[in-house]
DNA sequence: CTGAAAGCGCTTACAG
DNA sequence: CTGAAAGCGCTTACAG
């Protein structure tokens, strides 16, 4: 099992067969359109036949860019796109980079000395755009690669204070939606478990709860702050339930802290849905583990990935552009946990 | 804000500011031994004063390698490296990977589209090796990948039939641990839920459960097939159950089915684990989302993650080597679901 | 429209 | 030990 045809065809190669100078065939392969169209015939056929691939790393040599795009990981503790959804971001970015000829390159700091390295990376223009999907990442990277030029888009807003270009779901219009959705099931003593305050995304969710239920004319005191894992919201639900009897609704601002709440309600003798509906937010796997299944509010990860993706290309094509926002619809996902199995 | 300082430090700036010239320059950067101590020196400091990184396009340009990695993910749905283990396995790649100078490319090919573009990709030597998590990949890529003599290195037991180098947990020893544990917890009617028979895991978590419980003089006849998800664990648990009243632990092949088993259980009148004690397998964060909180067998996920790495460094830097396979032990993370909170 | 030539930044024989 | 020179594969002004 010796090592095989490292075949390379090189550009010399495809220009000589198609009898055209290098620098036509160049013209030809790069879509210039000052070439005859018998050149382009002849360039075009036997590059196909001769299986002809660009040499990635020469071409970035003479364009001086790397045609790669960095995407910083989350450590795994990351609450914004927990785990499940990683995959399928992940996916998406490097479908839609891939489809416009660059790749994605992965880095996944884990300690300080990480950090350094992929700044002192980043500096020497081995990535022509930074995708970020860790928050809590260091400010001084991010400030490093503003200073830079360095085109870089986010995936959540950001926490930080710099102006920056990122691509988020609608927080709020989950929030509001996912309420709304309790009361056209006819609850009426809805109440929510907050997300973790270290970001926007949990204040908005809950003004989203508050703004459909004042529009629908009911009361939103019902709230408890939960701290994001399961047992905060079985607590929370605990806490709730304590100071009001007759909750027949909850919005979780995630799957894990429904699923701790959902585990609370059934041990307090609540039935789900028909005592209580339970909605929770990210449509992760956990949705699909409880008993019964959990109606969630969906983020559009793939739709993110190709967002994200987008803005990175079209900020490394044009420098200097102001930062662009762009916030996406959730949609929900029902399941029984809020409309029964009868339904 | 607009761009800045795309500072690009040559190696010719580097030499002149050293005194030397680009040859000399590049000797002691590449760590060549036939250079003079004060060349050295000089260079070195000019280096560092500079702020030099080399130029990764034309350094891989002349070398003929691509100094990167590739690493195809799984599908959303993949069972082995289950989302939520992903994350940590790509970070430790790519932290074994940047350590060595390499840069992980990823690659999450969704459709025979991407599988065919990717294919193209490969084959034009635009990576130094291959690592798969992906065991579901087309046939024909492997074949082609093996064809042209890139080094692959699977993560998991590959299913196809070529002669590969893996890195795997030992799904024996796991299984073998998490019925020897119940045993030592005086547990008597063990049973199992076996996963999906779609590779060999299932298989040899299965046999070491039976060796356990041989070893301990026990029956292994409990045993149901689950289907790795939830519904599958907790059905399988009923038909435990009605099968034979006196089941005092349960051995999942999954945490999925293990949280499904502890639902069935709790619905039918056992306490975890006083009455029954459940442990599960792969340590996934469902293992601390359950009620109470799941034992399992953790996977040693950074470790198969640098040894991958490893393995493709040094298959990419000496061709022709014969396949290696490196099988990882598996530890058990204990928790209240076979422990109890008084123990 | 076409091709000869220069050059992207680096490394590596090859003389000295 | 050191440096001039060639070359990795490609693109891009520049003449023609």
Request: glycine share 10%; no cysteine.
């Amino acid at each position: 099992m010796e090592a095989v045809s490292r075949s390379a065809t090189s550009l010399g190669e495809v220009a000589r067969a198609a009898g055209v100078s290098r620098a036509t065939a160049s013209k030809v392969l790069g879509g210039h359109p000052q070439v005859s169209e018998s050149a382009r015939q002849a360039v075009e056929r036997a590059a196909a036949e001769l299986g002809y691939l660009p040499n990635r790393a020469a071409r970035s040599l003479v364009a001086g860019r790397s045609e790669s795009v960095g995407v910083l990981i989350p450590e795994p503790s990351s609450q914004l796109f927990g785990d499940p959804m990683l995959a399928r971001l992940l996916g998406a970015i490097g479908e839609e980079l891939s489809a416009n000829g660059l790749q994605m390159v992965l880095f996944a700091p884990q300690s300080a000395t990480d950090i350094e390295r992929l700044d002192q990376y980043l500096a020497g223009g081995h990535v022509d755009a930074v995708l970020l999907l860790a928050l809590h990442e260091s400010e001084s990277l991010l400030a490093r690669l503003q200073a830079r030029g360095i085109p870089m888009v986010f995936g959540g807003s950001p926490r930080t204070a710099l102006l920056a270009s990122y691509v988020d779901v609608d927080n709020h219009a989950g929030g509001r939606s996912a309420t709304q959705h309790l009361v056209a099931q006819g609850r009426r003593r809805i109440a929510h478990i907050a997300g973790p305050r270290d970001g926007p995304a949990a204040g908005q969710r809950l003004q989203g709860y508050r703004e459909a239920l004042w529009n629908a004319g009911l009361r939103s005191d019902l709230v408890e702050q939960g701290a994001s894992d399961r047992d905060s919201g079985e607590l929370a639900m605990a806490r709730l339930l304590a100071t009001q009897e007759d909750i027949d609704g909850v919005f979780a601002a995630s799957d894990t802290m429904a699923a701790g709440a959902m585990w609370a309600l059934q041990v307090l003798g609540r039935r789900v849905p028909d005592d209580v509906a339970v909605i929770g937010f990210d449509d992760s796997p956990i949705a699909m583990a409880t008993q019964p299944p959990l109606s969630s509010v969906r983020q559009p990860v793939e739709l993110m990935g190709r967002e994200m993706a987008k803005l990175a290309l079209s900020m490394s094509a044009v420098r200097g552009q102001a930062p662009r926002q762009i916030v996406l619809d959730p949609e929900l996902a029902l399941r029984e946990s809020t409309v029964g199995s009868a339904n």
